[in-house]
């Protein structure tokens, strides 16, 4: 196999004084700078050609923002309820793979970010640090993000220990019962150093992606471990073994919006995973209001895939989102200055969301109106 790096100081280096950063693309240029090239390939990659990948970001180019003028500002309210728990801005930490590639301390740094910025923390079922290490970590309002293995009991497992730790929900990923092709980690052989594991599981091949394939070794975990049968009698399932509200993460379609409603879902997330499935499904802010009408208000509809500034986020609540959910931009935090650094990533994105609430006239969430969100020109003309 290709030599790959063994050791956390091999995969990351030091970088201090992140402050000067203006936006979320310095941070990445700064995280691409200090990350090993496989690392930072397997977190900014996506499927094939990476259509969806560019357009879940170009495409909220393609909305103005209608703004009201002549509006008090004086008492400005971002906050918002998702599941009995207040937040201080509809931001939320997407779930995203091996924190610790990115800084020592994982996921934990992670979740201290968010109890910081007052918002809340999806870990992700492929995390270095444990359900158990990352509520210790801080505290605050967490997410388990939920694949479904084969065996039934390791799912039900995880399940269980996320609700007896105190998470608040469970966001089941539903379009990943296997894994797109990802390029760069195929000509990477993408596997975690020796000492890394997958920090839910204590030993076996749950715990470790396999280095001796020619491929990525986290398609070779998934394609071995993951069940292809995943259905909504999975939905089902899940509901009678959990109290958690179950959130359908990985919806694109308003029929599939409706039936997930119709299955128990309690919320749904509008995502194509980042442009890391099927390329050339669309952009999420593309089918969010589709998927908003067919939900009919009956459970709160999230959107992640694309979040990179404060508009994204405005255009997002405006066509109907009750908050959004970034993911890269949290790790390019986390590579530039570790928790720190991601703390101040969701703080750039609270302040840019702020000045566009002020500027766009609007006090409080319930002020984004879909009228203050008019396409440019019709998503299919190019």
């Known amino acids: 196999m290709l030599p790959i790096a063994q050791t956390l100081s091999d995969m990351t280096q030091t970088t ?25 390939d397997y977190y900014s990659g996506g499927s094939w050609d990476e259509v969806t990948l560019r357009e879940n970001c170009s495409d909220f180019s393609k909305l103005s923002i209608m703004p009201h003028m002549l509006v008090d500002l004086t008492q400005l309210d971002m906050s918002t309820e998702l599941f009995g728990s207040k937040i201080s801005m509809p931001l939320i930490i997407a779930p995203t793979a091996f924190h610790q590639l990115a800084t020592a301390d994982g996921e934990r740094a992670t979740a201290r970010a968010a109890h910081r910025a007052g918002t809340i923390m999806t870990l992700s079922t492929l995390a270095n640090c444990s359900i158990e290490e990352v509520q210790v970590a801080a505290p605050g309002p967490k997410w388990f993000q939920l694949y479904v293995y084969k065996d039934r009991e390791v799912t039900k ?17 539903v379009d990943s019962p296997i894994l797109g092709r990802r390029e760069k980690d195929v000509r990477n052989r993408f596997c975690l150093p020796n000492n890394f594991r997958l920090g839910h599981f204590d030993t076996g091949p749950l715990a470790n992606l396999p280095d001796d394939v020619a491929d990525s ?8 471990l993951y069940d292809t049968s995943l259905s909504w009698k999975h939905v089902e399932w899940l509901s009678e073994i959990t109290k958690l509200p179950i959130l359908l993460k990985g919806i694109l379609r308003a029929d599939d919006a409706a039936l997930g409603v119709k299955n128990g879902a309690a919320g749904i997330i509008v995502s194509n995973h980042g442009g890391r499935q099927l390329d050339s499904a669309p952009s999420t802010i593309s089918v969010l209001s589709e998927v908003v009408e067919a939900v009919e208000g009956r459970v709160p509809v999230l959107l992640d895939s694309g979040i990179r500034r404060g508009t994204d986020i405005f255009k997002a609540i405006g066509l109907g989102a009750k908050a959004v959910l970034t993911g890269r931009p949290i790790l ?16 750039m994105l609270r302040a840019e969301f702020q000045l566009t609430m002020q500027l766009a006239g609007c006090p409080t969430l319930k002020h984004i109106t879909p009228d203050m969100v008019r396409s440019k020109t019709p998503f299919w003309c190019k």
């Open 217 to 224: 070794g986290l398609a070779a975990y998934i394609g071995s």
């Open 16 to 40: 201090t004084n992140a402050s000067d950063c203006l936006n979320v693309f310095e941070y990445e240029a700064r995280a691409k700078t200090s990350l090993a090239e496989m690392a930072y």
């Open 332 to 347: 390019w935090g986390l590579a530039t200055n570790g928790e720190q650094g991601a703390y101040e990533v969701l703080e």
């Open 157 to 173: 497992d995880l399940v269980q220990r996320a609700e007896a730790n105190g998470y608040e929900a469970l966001a089941l990923t």
